[in-house]
């Protein structure tokens, strides 16, 4: 059986992964996705300690968290389209109508 | 896991505004696509004026604080005061959107849907004793409020505004889950109360890292420096009305589970003191926030952005009350929850004087717009000048007792002198950009002519706005009374 510090390690390197991905990358799907794999990095965190505990109400909020993740792609993808439909682009680095 | 009727019942004002959201987006979808969306502006009106009636009777069932639904929701007067703070701020936008969305053309049903769903949100927030419950409270409050921060779709600055809004926004959703999700893991359990009791080694390194990512993203929510920088984007993008939601229902919320979650899961001393514990860095976030969200509103031309940076300014303020509270004690909580509504009532209505002043599409909010405006709205330029006295804290307004009692009781710990004195300078250096303002009204040459949107919802807005802030400010003490009963949390 894999200890279940393994998954703990794969995790937070996944969650790292996301949150340089947020801060590294200029493309706004990229950076979306890049959140994914926090939620995600966070699910399996989630899942890791609900098997080392034997406790089925983490897998639960995992659950929960997918519902969620869900909701929140389907509002960050409409506004990455209305934006697209303004600029032309989803680049960040020119999104700077309001730069003073 | 009991369900009963009584507990529903002490749930009744979430659930008229949850499903009167949903009510109102069904009325949308079912008429005519020329009608005038006038009455569901009415109806999502009196939707918050219902919740806000039954609070009433819910302020005396909560005098005795308790949890339900398994303890996923607390019920007590805290949550109740924020909840109607949230409708002061919900109503008062509402009433301001009317207008607005007729003149500048992007009048649709959803918005008022999206306001009642977002408000759901917040007051799932405030109520939440989970945290579990946190995040779907912040979810749905996030959601609701970056589309409305997008939803005038022909303005290049609104999608912009979303986009900024939204990534930041779900960046610090998901820091705020792994950290939940490290707390749950190493502590065996989401309810705050028994995190405060469990028996994890509060010096286990996880638990500890946990505890910083959910109050980091927390401090995203409510624009803490250095967690501000899509504030003042997502501010001055967003349709006015939206951002006056924003910046005082936002932030109340915020604030108010801020608030909870440092008193019943992270209470214990060792994490409330020495040089790592939240107060010492509310501190140093409070004297940063305040500082370069007030040096940053200086320097700004743009009188929407101006108050955005403003807005994070009176974060830093109340980070002042958070310090308070974890130095001196649970009595510092009444002056937040005054301060918060003080805030919320006055910066609605500035904002709203922002929104009546543009029309066909042009918004008008560079300083030079605004030149002269004394002589030829001198109503609309006298409510200004109260609005932006009280957020500059001159007294006979709301926003000086709110500073007032806030640095009074900060004041009653001898070590916090040096935080308050910074936080009273702040309040001066932030008194220079607001008189700008005012003089530029009053003391200036006719700038070119303007034609502000006539619409009596935004009249009543600016008119209910100036009046509760000088009835606040004349005649603080039933506001201060109300904020002391609410000091008692579920625990």
């Given amino acids: ?100 | 896991m009991s369900f009963d009727l009584a507990e529903l019942t002490l749930s009744l004002p979430l659930l008229v505004v949850a499903v009167g959201g949903v009510l109102v987006l069904l009325l949308e979808a079912f008429s005519g696509r020329t009608a005038s969306r006038a009455w569901l502006a009415v109806l999502t009106l009196a939707i918050l004026g219902l919740a806000t009636a039954l609070e009433i009777p819910a302020w005396e069932a909560a005098a005795t604080p308790r949890a339900i639904y398994g303890g996923m929701i607390a019920v007590d007067r805290f949550s109740i005061f924020l909840s109607v703070t949230i409708f002061v701020g919900a109503g008062l936008s509402t009433l301001l959107a009317g207008g607005f969305l007729r003149e500048h053309r992007f009048e649709f049903g959803e918005f008022y849907a999206l306001i009642l769903l977002g408000t759901a949100g917040m007051m799932i927030l405030v109520q939440a004793n989970d945290l579990v419950t946190i995040f779907l409270g912040i979810e749905i409050m996030s959601l609701a409020v970056y589309v409305l921060t997008g939803s005038w779709r022909r303005s290049a600055k609104s999608s912009e505004a979303a986009m900024k809004y939204f990534l930041v926004g779900s960046f610090a959703s998901a820091i705020l889950l792994y950290g939940i999700a490290l707390v749950y893991g190493t502590s065996g359990t989401t309810n705050l109360l028994e995190i405060g009791k469990s028996a994890v080694v509060t010096t286990d390194p996880v638990f500890l890292i946990g505890t910083f990512l959910i109050l980091g993203g927390l401090a995203f929510k409510v624009a803490a420096v250095p967690f501000h920088m899509w504030a003042p984007d997502a501010y001055e993008g967003a349709p006015t009305p939206v951002t006056a939601f924003m910046a005082a229902a936002v932030k109340a919320a915020g604030f108010g589970v801020l608030v909870r979650i440092l008193v019943t899961a992270f209470g214990r001393p060792s994490l409330t003191f020495g040089a790592g514990g939240w107060a010492s860095i509310a501190a140093a976030l409070a004297i940063l926030t305040m500082t370069l969200g007030n040096v940053a509103a200086l320097r700004q031309d743009n009188i929407k952005r101006m108050l955005a940076y403003s807005s994070v300014a009176h974060a830093g303020y109340l980070l002042v009350g958070i310090v308070a509270m974890g130095r001196v004690g649970d009595e510092a909580r009444g002056p937040i929850l005054y301060y918060l509504l003080a805030y919320s009532l006055t910066t609605v209505g500035s904002f709203g004087v922002i929104a009546w002043f543009g029309s066909h599409g042009d918004e008008r909010q560079h300083i030079d717009d605004w030149a002269g405006l004394g002589a030829r709205h001198p109503a609309a330029a006298l409510a200004m000048t109260v609005l932006l006295l009280s957020l500059g804290g001159i007294p006979l307004t709301a926003g000086f007792f709110g500073k007032l009692y806030l640095f009074k009781v900060a004041l009653m710990k001898p070590g916090l002198v040096p935080l308050v004195i910074i936080a009273v300078a702040n309040s001066l250096i932030s008194i220079f950009y607001y008189l700008r303002v005012v003089t530029a009204m009053y003391f200036r040459e006719v700038g070119r002519a303007t034609s502000p949107l006539r619409s009596r919802g935004v009249t009543a807005a600016l008119i209910l706005a100036t009046v509760g802030t000088l009835a606040l400010g004349l005649l603080p003490g039933w506001a201060i009374d109300l904020a002391t009963q609410a000091t008692i949390l579920t625990k």
């Fill in chain 1, 1 to 100: 059986m894999i200890p279940v510090e393994n998954f703990l390690i794969l995790a937070a390197v996944l969650f790292a992964i996301g949150v340089l991905g947020v801060v590294l990358r200029r493309n706004a799907l990229i950076v979306l996705m890049s959140i994914e794999l926090m939620l995600n990095a966070a699910n399996l965190t989630l899942l890791a300690y609900g098997r080392a505990r034997h406790d089925a109400t983490f897998q639960a909020l995992a659950f929960l968290v997918v519902a969620v993740a869900a909701a929140e792609a389907a509002v960050g993808l409409a506004i990455v389209v209305g934006i697209f439909r303004n600029r032309h682009s989803t680049n960040l680095d020119e999104l700077t109508l309001m730069k003073h």
